[in-house]
């Protein structure tokens, strides 16, 4: 059992920053991680991910304005924003999951096995 809390969403114009953190109950050294995404009528997506060696996966839509790290010491995960535009509004949340075989799905196209409840962000234009 992986008990994760998000911290760090609001509202920016557009242009603007934020940065996300997930701090996990417990070691998740072994899980990849990754934070998702679920938009006003839109579906989930797969923002960012991190494996257990440090090796990252971005969704197109935010390759080069998003960055995404861990701090296996602290639990922690963290999601820079920057240049946040208002289709990036959304419900971000963090997520962890065991399995490597859903860990390496293109695109982040399965859901995670552990969440938590999510941080909201509104970027207004």
């Known amino acids: 059992q992986v008990r994760l809390v998000e911290s760090g969403g609001g509202s920016v114009q557009a242009g603007g920053s934020l940065t996300l953190s997930c701090i996990a109950s417990g070691s998740t050294a072994n899980y990849c991680m990754g934070w998702f995404r679920q938009g006003p009528e839109k579906g989930r997506e797969g923002v960012a991910g991190?494996?257990?060696?440090?090796?990252?996966v971005y969704a197109d839509s935010v390759k080069g304005r998003f960055t995404i790290s861990r701090d296996n010491a602290k639990r922690t995960l963290s999601l820079q924003m920057n240049s946040l535009q208002p289709e990036d509004t959304a419900l971000y949340y963090c997520?962890?999951?065991?399995?490597?075989?859903?860990?390496?799905?293109?695109?982040?196209?399965?859901?995670?096995?552990?969440r938590g409840q999510g941080t909201q962000v509104t970027v207004s234009s």
């Open positions: 997520a962890a999951e065991f399995n490597p075989n859903i860990c390496s799905s293109p695109g982040m196209r399965y859901q995670y096995t552990w």
């Open positions: 991190i494996d257990r060696d440090g090796n990252t």
